[in-house]
Antibody
Framework: QVQLRESGPGLVKPSQTLSLTCTVS??????????WSWIRQHPGRGLEWIGF???????YYNASLKSRLTISLDTSNNHFSLRLTSVTAADTAVYYC????????????????????WGQGTLVTVSS | EIVLTQSPGTLSLSPGERATLSCRAS???????LAWYQQKPGQAPRLLIY???NRATGIPDRFSGSGSGTDFTLTISRLEPEDFAVYYC?????????FGGGTKVESK
């Protein structure tokens, strides 16, 4: 079964770039119809979807983060990554990666827009 | 952006009781794009229900989802000790994906 694990620095300075990796095991990130998402949870608060990248490299971002955000695939290492520039304290959160298994119809693959499974999450603190 | 409002904020119940959680959307949501998750302290959310009423793999049948349009409900028919947690609804529509603020189900 597919498992996901986030990794990256736990502390980032304001104005710098936050970079995280999600390593996928038990399946290929290029398997047809899979969509790979990042979601974050501010301390003690609810969940915010960040964006996703598809099995074939197409990406779709939360409009509120789009100008600072890049999500990419690394097929050789079977992982996908998040890069968020110009961070502030408001970007302090637990960051989760998750899979959307997608579905197929006659015109191709599409995201289900729900997430299963999730990684365990990694806390990123933005502070000087 | 569609806003999801969950109520109540906290539900205090005893094991064996029935839990009814509400998720109300600011605009109509396609039932195909409404999901529910359970989150326990220190853990990632776990998918319970997708497409408003379909249980995810391995989810006990005491969990059920219903609703359409702007009003959706998650019901836990008989609370087990492991069901005390925070529950989130989530939707996708009008090119945005959002989560509700959560309902905490706590032991009375």
């Amino acid at each position: 079964q597919v498992q996901l694990r986030e990794s990256g620095p736990g502390l980032v300075k304001p104005s710098q770039t936050l970079s995280l990796t999600c390593t996928v095991s038990g399946g290929s990130i290029t398997s047809d119809g899979y969509y790979w998402s990042w979601i974050r949870q501010h301390p003690g608060r609810g969940l915010e979807w960040i964006g996703f990248i598809s099995y074939n490299g197409s990406s779709y971002y939360n409009a509120s983060l789009k100008s600072r955000l890049t999500i990419s695939l690394d097929t050789s290492n079977n992982h996908f990554s998040l890069r968020l520039t110009s961070v502030t304290a408001a970007d302090t959160a637990v960051y989760y990666c998750a899979r959307d298994p997608g579905y197929y119809d006659t015109s191709g693959y599409y995201p289900n827009n729900w997430f299963d499974p999730w990684g365990q999450g990694t806390l990123v603190t933005v502070s000087s | 952006e569609i806003v999801l409002t969950q109520s109540p904020g906290t539900l205090s119940l005893s094991p064996g009781e029935r839990a009814t959680l509400s998720c109300r959307a600011s605009q109509s949501v396609s039932s195909s794009f409404l999901a529910w998750y359970q989150q326990k302290p220190g853990q990632a959310p776990r998918l319970l229900i997708y497409d408003a009423s379909n249980r995810a793999t391995g989810i006990p049948d005491r969990f059920s989802g219903s609703g359409s349009g702007t009003d959706f409900t998650l019901t836990i028919s008989r609370l087990e000790p492991e069901d005390f947690a925070v529950y989130y609804c989530q939707q996708f529509g009008t090119s945005s994906l959002t989560f509700g603020g959560g309902t905490k189900v706590e032991s009375k």
